[in-house]
């Protein structure tokens, strides 16, 4: 197989004008769509629960968005860079997804919910990935910009909506969600999809499936698959119960608000402030490091004895899950071929929330009732810890041969 890449120079920088104008789009969109996901995640089983749905049922409902990524993302993303069309593949995925969650609404039977949902995560799910890879075209034009400076306003508008919607839910009706979901991801995304500063790349001679098979044949990029699989599994098993980690420990209701709360906020200075970190430290080791946080944090947590040990825990979970995020996004970009940097991004986040989450969910379920939060913490810091041996080992501070010759570095 032969792959080639365009020769001719990188695109040159934004004039400072209009790259302000791109990164508050950009910033407007991270808080519009992780403003919308705040508005129905929180509440959502909520919802399912209020429909009558017992917790096998609910479980099952929670597994499928993960399953639906797989497919998804890698589709939405590839349609995007083969045709060069993000911003129209991203104007219809907004729209389509928040005006079909409004269904929700008039829904109640199981599998009613099921396909909407069904519906509203095959296009929600690619969202994030095909925004990540515009940032990081911009970040590469402009090494003088930070991806977690523009990330950040994503937390602040989790945080915000969350809180506010939690409000709206408790004095007037769960439905609210459904409404401001909509809003957000129709309304404010859909319109922004437009307006987001897309570089099109007519230079670039490598075909789409050449180029994807080139990128995955990347040992540092299959590497990464297996730690984002890894991640995804222990992000879910301690996030879909540390609620009940809490409840079990002793502690209220409010208690966990105020523990997901805490965590969101330490996001923030991490993303805004991270650039200084990342001039000293590479993205490869960063990663190394945040796994080996998520090692020792979720080992830990899984002998917690107070709502207070797993509230200390979360707090540095959001420290460091900002922190590898940004790292991430990075290192995925810089292993994408030019034309392929959504798709680099859909595939290593559909490895994480999609088959990573899956099963994280199923085995965690089933950890729980056999050995309650002890037993899935342990079994979240053994697979992250695992994903993290086989990215260092499979991985090189420099690129390889490979890399030089078929990926060309922004």
């Not at 590839?78 to 069309?85: F, H, I, L, M, Y």
């Not at 437009?194 to 590497?223: F, H, N, W």
Request: aromatic share 14%.
């Amino acid at each position: 197989m032969s792959v080639k890449t365009a020769s001719s120079a990188p695109p040159m920088p934004l004039a400072p004008a209009p790259l302000q104008r791109a990164l508050w789009i950009a910033r407007l969109y991270y808080f519009g769509f992780f403003a919308a996901l705040g508005a129905i995640v929180p509440f959502f089983n909520v919802y399912l629960q209020q429909r009558g749905m017992s917790g096998t049922e609910i479980g099952l409902v929670s597994a499928l968005p993960p399953i639906i990524a797989l497919i998804s993302n890698p589709f939405w993303s590839g349609v995007a860079d083969r045709w060069q069309a993000h911003q129209r593949v991203l104007a219809t995925l907004a729209v389509v997804a928040g005006v079909a969650s409004l269904a929700f609404i008039w829904v109640s039977s199981f599998w009613a919910i099921l396909a909407v949902l069904c519906v509203v995560a095959f296009f929600r799910g690619p969202i994030s990935a095909i925004v990540d890879a515009t940032v990081m075209s911009i970040v590469a034009r402009n090494p003088e910009v930070s991806y977690g400076r523009q990330r950040v306003f994503g937390s602040l508008g989790w945080i915000v909506v969350s809180y506010g919607v939690g409000l709206l839910v408790t004095r007037y009706s769960i439905n609210a969600i459904f409404i401001f979901h909509a809003l957000m991801l129709s309304g404010m995304c859909g319109l922004l999809s437009l307006q987001l500063p897309v570089e099109k790349r007519t230079d670039v001679t490598i075909s789409y499936t050449d180029g994807l098979r080139a990128m995955v044949r990347l040992p540092s990029y299959r590497a990464l698959l297996v730690f984002m699989a890894c991640f995804g599994a222990a992000a879910a098993a301690s996030g879909n119960f540390v609620a009940l980690n809490i409840l079990r420990l002793g502690g209220a209701a409010a208690f966990i608000g105020i523990t997901n709360s805490l965590a969101a906020f330490l996001e923030v200075p991490v993303m805004f402030l991270g650039q200084s970190w990342f001039n000293r430290v590479s993205y490869r080791t960063t990663i190394g490091f945040c796994g080996v946080g998520f090692t020792l944090i979720w080992g830990g947590t899984a002998f917690a004895t107070t709502p207070w040990h797993i509230m200390v825990s979360i707090i540095f979970t959001g420290f460091f899950f900002g922190l590898s995020w940004i790292a991430i996004v990075g290192f995925a970009n810089d292993r994408a071929p030019d034309g392929l940097r959504a798709s680099a991004q859909a595939v290593a986040q559909a490895a994480h929330g999609g088959l990573g989450y899956a099963l994280g969910s199923f085995a965690s379920g089933i950890l729980w009732d056999w050995g309650s939060g002890m037993a899935v913490y342990l079994f979240a810091a053994i697979i992250v810890g695992f994903g993290t041996i086989v990215f260092m080992f499979g991985t090189s501070p420099r690129a390889t041969y490979f890399e030089r010759e078929f990926v060309r570095k922004p």
